[in-house]
């Protein structure tokens, strides 16, 4: 796996990621791009940069984990596994069509890399959590991420696994929460308060570490901090402040873009937008 170092490198992955993501919604005429929009920077640092993988040697046991719990943003997801290598970029076109493999939500069955089928809003890190379990009973030092969305923090089973992930101190696992503040239909704070969400993770005995989740450079740092923390036995959660939509000037904080398609005239605006970034 080529790793990028390079801020404006990773960056330049970014601005593809952010117009494959536009495309395929637009080209399926459904699909969830504000939460993939917010995503980008996490998941192409992470994938690029903090993460140890590789396509060409997927069997390799010790290979870091990933669980995208929030599972509706595949957008963001695909584009970034086409971009690292894990399939040719011309098949995100198939995104959302009948028999495609790259179905709405993540389905393990059709990807190797995969640790999970995901979608249902609140299991992903339970699963996560089993993992992780798993890793440390075979002595192996994989670490396993797991991204949530801040509106799924409403589903009452991520309060269960937080709990379960501190008692068994599975520090192996590192949460990451995209609080682009807004859900499905509306903002967190309207649909069901959880602030002030730092302290409620940090009286769950977690280290949070909160940073701007569009900031590359921030994010390296931050994901090297995670890592360092975790290797001293430390439960992290890195809480990535993020924009819904991130990038298109209609699209940003508003629960409207959650998972709506682009008509024609609203796809060259955006795109023109993505493009004179
Ligand atoms: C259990 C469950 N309930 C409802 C949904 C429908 N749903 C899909 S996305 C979403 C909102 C998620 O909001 P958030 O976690 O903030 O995601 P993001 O803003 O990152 O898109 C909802 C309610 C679901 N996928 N699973
Ligand atoms: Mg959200």
């Known amino acids: 796996m080529h790793r990028i170092d390079d801020v404006g490198e990773l960056a330049s992955v970014c601005r593809e990621v952010r117009r494959d993501i536009l495309l395929m919604v637009y080209n399926a005429g459904s699909g969830h791009i504000g ?15 903090a993460m140890n993988h590789d396509p060409e040697h997927l069997a390799d046991k010790t290979r870091d984990r990933f669980i995208l719990s929030k599972g509706h943003c595949t957008p963001a997801y695909y584009a970034v596994l086409a971009h690292a290598g894990y399939f040719d970029p011309d098949e995100l076109l ?3 069509k009948i028999n495609s493999r790259l179905q709405g939500h993540p389905d393990k069955s059709k990807f190797p890399l995969m640790e999970t089928t995901s979608g249902s809003l609140g299991q992903g890190l339970s699963i996560a959590a089993g993992k992780a379990f798993a890793l440390r009973l075979d002595n192996n030092s994989a670490k396993i991420y797991c991204m949530l969305g801040d509106g799924e923090l409403n589903e009452g089973q991520i309060w269960e696994s937080l709990a379960t992930i501190q008692k068994y101190n599975l520090s192996n696992l590192i949460i990451i929460v ?24 940090k009286a769950f005995n977690y280290e949070v570490l909160e940073v701007d989740g569009h900031d590359i450079n921030e994010l390296i740092n931050t994901y090297n901090f995670a890592k360092t923390l975790s290797d ?42 993505l493009e004179s970034e």
Do not use: C
């Open 35 to 49: 939460g993939s929009f917010s995503a980008t920077e996490l998941l192409v640092t992470l994938f690029f940069n």
């Open 94 to 96: 198939n995104f959302r």
């Open 178 to 201: 995209d609080n682009n503040k807004v859900q499905l239909d509306g903002s967190n704070i309207d649909v069901k308060n959880l602030e002030p969400l730092n302290a409620k993770f």
């Open 232 to 273: 001293k036995g430390k439960n992290v959660i890195i809480l990535a402040n993020t924009i819904k939509g991130k990038g298109v000037s209609f699209m940003e904080n508003t629960a409207e873009w959650h998972g709506k398609a682009p008509n024609d005239e609203e796809y060259q605006k955006a795109l023109k937008e």
